[in-house]
């Protein structure tokens, strides 16, 4: 949010295609290739989602054509669209322009592991907006991967960046916010030269045949003001439950959970918490 005006963010997890070719080996049970019909990403829209975010493991589920024509249904759904490689989205509200770039670790994506292209791409979008936003989908997966470690993560054998590196890195080379999920679970915030880093929120929406319960169900909405030029001026967290079926409600102990990790990660940098979510700077 900025400047007054609401934007809309979610990490489009899979593919809104009708392709029928997945990167899944007939038969598979260890392999997990997500699609949509391409019409769905009108109830997105509907939803009030103003930009998606296709930098993460399952946008190439179906190949480059999977890809590509997820790319068109957001676009003709009239949502912006951000992820592939040197791909900046600019999302125009209230007189205001906010740049988006979203980095996984992939070659179909902008690559969280090439550093120096990564700068350069979130340098480029400070030019072209005061307001820059960072995606990272970087960082192990698993219920006992709540801590940001500070170094490389893997994960199923892939390296997955280190997400505390980067997203320095990208406030060094001009992000205002960085936010992530790719752990698919919560994770701690910290501020980072007056800027928040919020390295994981988690699952917004789940699936029946994915692990539930504990720190599974735990989910977050997070809401953030900054300033035309870029500054956090405030910003809450709302705790969100995943019941049995994935289906997201408000309420829950996620608030709770994500200031505990907080503290136990980012000690005097970490962002402070109330009960009610609301986010401050450390003192």
């Known amino acids: 949010i900025t400047a007054g005006v609401q934007i809309v963010f979610g990490n489009l997890e899979g593919t809104l295609t009708t392709a029928s070719k997945s990167k ?3 038969k598979s ?3 997990f290739a997500f699609r949509n019909p391409p019409h769905y990403a009108k109830i997105f829209a509907a ?3 103003t930009i998606l975010n296709d930098a993460n493991n399952h946008s190439h589920d179906f190949g480059n054509p999977g890809q590509q024509q997820t790319v ?4 003709r759904a009239g949502m912006a ?9 600019v999302v125009r509200a209230g007189g205001h322009k906010v740049a988006f770039v979203g980095f996984a670790p992939y070659s179909y994506d902008a ?10 791409l979130i340098a480029k ?17 698993g219920s006992d991967k709540t801590h940001v470690t500070g170094h490389e993560e893997y994960a199923f054998g892939e390296d997955r960046g280190n997400p505390r590196h980067f997203a320095h890195l990208a406030i060094k080379n001009g992000a205002s916010l960085v936010i992530a999920s790719g752990p698919h679970v919560l994770r701690g915030m910290e501020f980072f030269r007056g800027h928040l880093i919020a390295y994981s929120l988690g699952n917004f929406a789940n699936f029946h045949n994915f692990g539930g319960g504990g720190i599974l169900s735990e989910s977050a909405i997070l809401h953030v003001t900054l300033s035309s030029a870029g500054r956090f001026v405030a910003g809450r967290l709302q705790s969100v439950t995943l019941d049995s079926a994935g289906r997201a409600s408000l309420g829950g102990s996620s608030v709770g959970t994500v200031r505990s990790l907080s503290k136990a990660d980012f000690g005097s940098h970490a962002a402070r918490l109330s009960h009610a979510g609301v986010i401050r700077k450390p003192a």
Do not use: M, N, W
């Open 24 to 26: 899944c080996l007939p």
């Open 29 to 31: 049970t260890q392999c």
């Open 47 to 49: 939803a009030g989602f």
């Open 72 to 75: 068109r249904a957001i676009h």
């Open 81 to 89: 669209q951000t992820g592939l490689p040197g791909q900046i989205a």
């Open 111 to 120: 690559s969280l592991l090439d550093l120096k292209s990564a700068a350069a």
């Open 125 to 141: 979008a400070r030019t072209e907006a005061r307001v820059v936003v960072v995606y990272l989908h970087a960082g192990a997966e």
